[in-house]
């Protein structure tokens, strides 16, 4: 300990004596452990921290299994049949987390709340802590069962002011009376919004097989996650055989960790960030070893005199690599500094869709586990670059290390072998890190040039909770909207007003249909598409083109004749060498008793819509008239999606924002709009994680290129330094500045040749890793590739011309008296 607290005091003192060198490496240092300080903390929320909920590793998300993959919606009757694995599960619950606000009647102004209708086994699988009054049970939870509410602590106190008689009372939502049974704990803290939870009452006879919510379980204590598994294979050939046409036959029930589900495809997203800062920190640690060795070498006296009187070779390692750990200690202390303004900075241009950060990324923190990180990493990358220098200083030879100057020592050449490598290696993780952020670049400019089938300049978007009774009739629903259009169109500069169920870009519902007079060889249907509920101006607000047929008009009401709207790639996959116009067609044939209506006539083809985001195809939609949907389906709609306005402008869109928002309430009474955007902001946020991606690693690839080229710069610095006398001799004896010139180039750019070479095949193997993150780009892109090279060579010739000016301008009569 003794010997060791020596080091610590003599390091300390080698470091003031150098404040230049000591600044110049933290800073180094800091910027690559705060980058990773910064990711990490983000990381370890998403990926390592337990969720809140108590014993989170018994929590399981229930779904399906198909050729198409995973899906974690859920149906009721498949909800019915998971609730029925007692064997397996301690409680199943059904949940609407992502459904329409409810409005909060009863007083002078309504107020939107975010409403979630759960089970009764939502409280026991969450483990949803009471601070007082009591959830609502099973029994309560039955079709018809009383109208019972649970608030949330916030809405307590925000809205109710802590009244501790809260218990019993009464309030409106949607102009129907509900009974308060309990107010949530303030520790509650799930990954969405919730104000008030409403009872779910789903009806144990039901066969309808829309997935309008999600599912999730808690284990049994002795239960695996793999002994559930077996058991819902079990439940699903049981229910293929009740419901043969809504499962098909290499289908099954899933259940997944509830955080592994939840983190989704955020997973490869953050671990290829967190990869990237990792080569900027591997990079920043190169270029301080190098400068580590080059203090060693003008040390080499020092070392050597220390050596001579009697200082073994392991006391000389053990006193450089306290110096080098302490050094990077240092380092890790400022870059811990940096990587919590770094977090914030992070969460400030956070994409939104970043899982259990909470808003605004309030729920991510430094803690211990950040911490621990921060400490090990600066340890670890201290020792291992550390050792380096330190080792290859303590095999100076002594006798000529004595004799000569501390800058032509007998360790200078493999020092400078050791340093190229270091080179070599930074020039590798550099053009990694520059084609990752190439491929992304090139990914945001296909996103941004892609045609999305509508257009989003000067359209403001709204939504209204329409959950009372008199909307869970169409018509009831159609005079709302017919109501609201003629107000909003009285409104100066407003163009065009139209009402749909799911805004484009934000993906929608999705039903089978069968053609009439077609034979069905396998199930009731011929396919699948959109189904989007709109109003008849709709393809007005967002410039849909017709291409073929009619639109709506407003005579295609609940008493006109079923009629329906398709996208050109629907017509282009079902009627590949025939006419769809004319065609009729039944909509949600067998999915439940809600959607059962007489067929439709296809009256027009219109333009194809990339309502799923602009990353994937446009998919074959149907659009239906919002006066002509079915009862059951509007009721059922009504506890799914709030009614969204979509107002196209002739100004600014938001300048009439409250003009707009008065005229909805008068035409509704009173309720209440929220989540006022512009379809410009839908359009930014449906690429924002692309975005997003894109600009840290673009900053991480500048971040690496800039100390790559730092790194060949100090190294070729430093040659020329080590080179003078030959440098002058060969002037002397008749070479060219020009030809000095071009031989310290040519030596700086072989090292840049290799390590191109490395990073090129290295790049190509890591980058498919990144597939799911591109689009428009093939992973091995060339013209990606070329510019990258291009690129990074070009920097890295200008590090090295630099010291190679320099080398040009040697005196011979002066590098003849260097020493």
Known sequence: MGTLIQDLRYATRILFRTPGFAITAILALALGIGANTAIFTVVNKVLLEPLSYPNPDRLVLLGGHSTNGDFFGASVPRFIVWNQQTQVFDAVAAYDAGGPSVNLTGGDQPEQLHGVRASAGYFPVFGVPMLMGRAFTAEEDRPGGPKLAVISYGLWRGHFGTDPAIIGKTIDLGGEPYTVTGVIAASFHPDYPVDIILPFQADPNSTDQAFFFQAAARLKPSVKIAMAKTALQLAAEEFRKKFPSSMDPKASFIAVPMQQAMVGYARLSLLVLLGAVSFVLLIACANVANLLLVRATIRSREIAIRAALGAGRHRIISQLLTESILLFLLGGVVGLIIGYSGVRALLAINPGDIPLIGQHGTDVSLDWRVLVFTILISLLTGVLFGLIPAL?????????????????????????????????????????????????????????????????????????????????????????????????????????????????????????????????????????????????????????????????????????????????????????????????????????????????????????????????????????????????????????????????????????????????????????????????????????????????????????????????????????QQRTQEIGIRIALGASPQNVNRMVVRQGMALVFVGVIIGVAAALALSRYMATLIYGVKTWDPATFISVVVVLSAVALLACYIPARRAMRVDPMVALRYE
């Open 392 to 720: 290859t200083a303590s095999r100076s030879d002594l006798s000529a290390t004595v004799r000569e100057s501390g800058a032509r020592s007998g360790s200078g050449l493999r020092q400078n072998k050791v340093r190229s490598l270091l080179v070599i290696a930074e020039m590798a993780l550099a053009l990694i890190l520059l084609v990752g952020a190439a491929l992304l670049i090139r990914t945001f400019a296909a996103l941004r040039s892609v045609d999305p089938g509508f257009n989003t300049h000067n359209v403001l978007t709204m939504n209204m909770s329409i959950t009372g009774p008199r909307f869970q009739k169409t018509a009831g629903v159609a005079e709302l909207v017919e109501e609201a259009r003629r107000h909003v169109e009285a409104i100066p500069g407003v163009e065009a007003v139209a009402t749909t169920c799911c805004l484009p870009l934000q993906g929608g519902l999705g039903l089978p249909f069968s053609i009439e007079g077609r034979l069905h060889t396998e199930g009731p249907n011929d396919g699948g598409a959109g189904y989007e509920i709109v109003s008849h101006e709709y393809f007005t607000v967002f410039r849909i083109p017709l291409v073929r047929g009619r639109m709506f008009t407003i005579h295609d009401d609940g008493g006109a004749p079923g009629v329906v709207l398709i996208s050109e790639n629907m017509a282009r996959q079902y009627w590949p060498k025939g006419e769809a116009i004319g065609a009729r067609i039944t909509i949600g044939k067998g999915v439940g008793p809600e959607f059962a209506e007489p067929a439709r006539q296809i009256i027009g083809v219109v333009g194809n819509a990339r309502n799923g985001g602009l990353n994937s195809d446009p998919p074959p939609i149907m659009y239906i008239p919002v006066a002509q949907v079915p009862d059951g389906v509007t009721a059922l709609n009504s506890h799914i999606t709030p009614l969204q306005f979509a107002i196209r402008t002739k100004v600014e869109p938001f300048s009439l924002s409250a003009a707009i928002q008065k005229a909805l309430r008068d035409a509704s009474d009173g309720l209440p709009v929220g989540h006022i955007e512009s379809m410009d902001q839908v359009d930014a946020e449906s690429t924002a994680s692309t975005n997003f991606n894109m600009t840290l690693l673009t900053i991480f690839a500048a971040l690496a290129v800039s100390l790559a080229a730092i790194g060949i710069y100090g190294l070729m610095a430093y040659s020329v």
